[in-house]
């Protein structure tokens, strides 16, 4: 299926790593300009400069997500760089799991009002884009009481609700918001990676509660989240995609 990405211009935030590096890879596999962010400058001008191998323009740069103005710069660089904006992914999370007051203020800074600032500062664009879409990257922990039931799981169910909300809203502007909500994901230098070495009976016992016996790849929540991004989801307005190979049991009504 052709997607229908070539030449669309997208920003993804914390594009350099796991899910959202995945996400900006597939992005320009499929032909769109990709603009990414981290909290290292040289991680995202290096990877950017590897995108750009794709034949695709490619911006990548230093980015705190909850800095509002900056983040705000970098979406208005990217947009001047690229001649505008079709695409935003939301993906950066502080993953605070903590039930102490810094725990729950990061994760209201950079989860979601890390998102609601990226996405303010490209409405401007994305209202004269013929394609427009946003994504946000929730959680299974939104839907579902699990170890990251305090800060984490609290403001990734806020994303569900805060995207639906834009979904309703932004309609009809034709602007798409839609969010994945990914089950455990593996990779190397990732969270639960960090818990298989660190933690390995919480790691076995997350592993166990997965029918499929295994934890999802960041290629498989990059490909829902690109196909919810695409014009081949035109009519797609206000989901959140469930990715977690039977993980959750709560039925979606």
């Given at each position: ?13 914390g594009?350099?790593k ?7 890879e ?6 769109a ?28 740069a ?22 505008g904006?079709?695409i ?19 994760g209201?800074q ?6 609601v600032?990226?996405?303010?500062a490209a ?14 990257i ?29 979904a309703?809203t932004?309609a ?11 089950g ?7 969270v ?8 390995p009976a ?11 016996g ?40």
């Amino acid at each position: 299926m052709d997607l229908g990405l070539k030449g669309l211009r997208a920003i993804v935030t914390g594009g350099t790593k796991g899910i959202g590096l995945a996400i900006a890879e597939t992005l320009a596999a499929e032909g769109a300009n990709v603009a990414l962010c981290s909290r290292s400058a040289g991680d995202a001008e290096a990877t950017a400069a590897r995108l750009a191998e794709k034949g695709v323009e490619t911006y990548g740069a230093g980015v705190d997500v909850a800095d509002g103005p900056a983040l705000a710069a970098f979406v208005e660089k990217a947009s001047a760089r690229f001649g505008g904006l079709d695409i935003v992914v939301a993906n950066v999370s502080a993953l605070a799991i903590g039930n102490d007051e810094e725990s729950w203020n990061k994760g209201f800074q950079t989860d979601l009002m890390g998102t609601v600032r990226l996405v303010d500062a490209a409405l401007p664009y994305l209202e004269k884009s013929g394609a427009a879409a946003i994504v946000t990257i929730s959680s299974v922990s939104g839907r579902e009481i699990d170890f990251a039931a305090g800060p984490y799981g609290v403001f990734k169910a806020a994303l569900v609700h805060y995207t639906q909300g834009l979904a309703f809203t932004l309609a009809p502007k034709k602007i798409r918001a839609n969010t994945v909500s990914p089950g455990n994901t593996y990779f190397k230098g990732g969270v639960w990676d960090q818990i298989e070495q660190g933690n390995p009976a919480l790691f076995e016992q997350a592993l166990a509660l997965n029918p499929t016996g295994r934890m999802a790849t960041p290629q498989e929540i990059a490909n829902a989240a690109v196909f919810l991004a695409s014009p081949a989801a035109s009519f797609v307005y206000g989901t959140n995609l469930v990715v977690d190979g039977a993980l959750t049991r709560g039925v979606q009504l």
